[in-house]
Nanobody, 126 residues
Framework: QVQLVESGGGMAQAGDSLKLSCEFF????????AAWFRQAPGNEREFVSAISWSGESTYYSDPVKGRFTISRDNPKYMVYLEMNNLKPEDTAVYYC???????????????????WGQGTRVTVSS
């Protein structure tokens, strides 16, 4: 049984920073690539960032590149998303997702991921 639990969301003002956490419950966390997606009201779920199983490779969507940093701590079964210089358009529910995969490709489509967390809401005001 695999479970993901996100935390760290909240309210922020433009220019602020937040750090999201995603805790993995299950076995062999290092067998999974991980990603963050977000979904704003009325919008489809949108890819934000991905990280390889080892943490050595990362990938970002253009809207967050240079502002967000994804990382993971395999011994602690954790994935993080550090968000800096937040903008009102970053307002969304943020989801952690994992995919059983140890290759080099970064997957950006939601349907390509195997397990999802329940989401954590981020609201950024101007």
């Amino acid at each position: 049984q695999v479970q993901l639990v996100e935390s760290g969301g909240g309210m922020a003002q433009a220019g602020d920073s937040l750090k999201l956490s995603c805790e993995f419950f299950g076995r062999t966390f290092s067998s999974y690539a991980a990603a963050w997606f977000r979904q704003a009201p009325g919008n489809e779920r949108e890819f934000v960032s991905a990280i390889s199983w080892s943490g050595e490779s990362t990938y970002y969507s253009d809207p967050v590149k240079g502002r967000f940093t994804i990382s993971r701590d395999n011994p602690k079964y954790m994935v993080y998303l550090e968000m800096n210089n937040l903008k009102p358009e970053d307002t969304a529910v943020y989801y952690c997702a994992i995919k059983g995969y140890r290759g080099a490709t970064h997957y950006v489509k939601a349907f390509e991921y195997d397990y999802w967390g329940q989401g954590t809401r981020v609201t950024v005001s101007s």
